[in-house]
């Protein structure tokens, strides 16, 4: 049981790396023409933070998504690099 709780924990790492490599990638890419496609995508989140004010203490919650097409493909191969290693 142990073995698939961190099997799980693996999965969700390659996936995560897959994202911030490909959304790093497809903003890279939208400089160049023919692979600006790459950089296609949307933005999704709070666009305004939500401010929590306790008087003693004040919390700030925010939280922002932008996915493209190259974190699409990032997280395809991080899905099938994680298949290859584990499997």
Not at 53 to 65: A, D, E, K, P, Y
Not at 73 to 80: D, E, K, T
Request: net charge positive.
């Amino acid at each position: 049981m142990a073995v698939k709780g961190k099997s799980a924990w693996i999965l969700i790492l390659f996936i995560l790396c897959g994202i911030v490599i490909g959304g790093l990638l497809g903003q890279l890419a939208s400089s160049v023409d023919w692979l600006s496609w790459l950089s296609y995508g949307q933005e999704f989140g709070l666009s305004t933070p939500v401010n929590l004010n306790l008087q003693v203490i004040s919390i700030t919650f925010g939280l922002m998504f932008k996915i493209n097409i190259a974190s699409i493909i990032g997280i395809i191969v991080a899905i099938v690099m994680y298949r290859l290693v584990i499997h």
